[in-house]
């Protein structure tokens, strides 16, 4: 089936360390994907996607690369902010319905 | 602000009763996707609606329903609630542009079964 893996948090790290969420996927086909975050108490906000291998997405600092080869979208941020503080989902899309399959979540704490 | 905008905010109700949440999509969106968010299961995917037709069916149950109607707002029905339906549940839109596309969230509604 379709399905997202993500790292397992939670992640804490300090102010302006670097940040990586490893997300790898399984489809049939190609599919489109995507790291949404939600911050406390809110819904999800696209935060960056891509929709064919080798694209690089890219939003407030945080990128994420489509790697075919190794069916990843690692989320990277070379200098994270307290204001970063959220649960990161990945997640990928089908085509054919727009169905979303998402991820299970990394939640990242951010110390000053 | 999506533009998703999703009532009620709090429902807290009983085992055995049934709840309605309501969805209004992005002005022009067509598709509307419910999802169901918990502790044990994270984020779930329902059910898709586009259009008013149901187009894709996920891990929704049988005790859940729901439908989009012709001015594109959407409702969750949840019916002989049990304790483990306990979850945030988010309602999503999308445009009627070519796939894939950007799914825009609302702010959810919380639901507690005592």
């Known amino acids: 089936g379709n399905s997202v893996t993500q790292m397992e948090g939670p992640v804490t790290l300090s102010e302006e360390a670097f940040l990586t969420i490893n997300c790898t996927y399984t489809?049939?086909?190609?599919?489109?994907l995507f790291w949404y975050v939600q911050y406390p108490g809110e819904g999800l906000q696209l935060l960056l996607k891509?929709?064919?291998?080798?694209d690089k997405g890219s939003n407030k600092g945080f990128e994420a690369t489509y790697r075919k080869e190794t069916t990843s979208f690692h989320l990277e941020k070379g200098s994270v902010q307290v204001s970063d503080s959220a649960v990161y989902f990945c997640a990928l899309s089908l085509d054919r319905t727009n169905d979303m399959r998402f991820g299970a979540g990394t939640r990242l704490t951010v110390k000053p | 602000d999506s533009g998703v905008t999703q009532t009620p905010k709090h429902l807290i109700t009983a085992t055995g009763q049934r709840v309605t949440l309501r969805c209004s999509p992005r002005?022009?969106?067509?598709?509307v996707y419910w999802y169901q968010q918990s502790l044990d299961q994270g984020l779930q995917f329902l059910i898709q609606?586009?259009?008013?037709?149901?187009?894709a069916k996920g891990n929704i149950l049988e005790r859940f329903s729901a439908q989009q109607f012709p001015d594109l707002h959407s409702e969750l029905n949840l019916s002989s609630l049990e304790l483990g339906d306990s979850a945030l549940y988010f309602c999503?839109?999308?445009?009627?542009?070519?796939?894939?596309?950007?799914?825009?969230f609302g702010p959810g509604t919380r639901l507690l079964v005592l």
């Open positions: 891509a929709t064919k291998a080798d």
């Open positions: 002005s022009g969106d067509l598709s």
């Open positions: 999503a839109s999308s445009g009627k542009g070519s796939l894939p596309e950007t799914q825009y």
């Open positions: 609606y586009y259009n008013g037709e149901e187009r």
């Open positions: 489809a049939t086909g190609y599919p489109s």
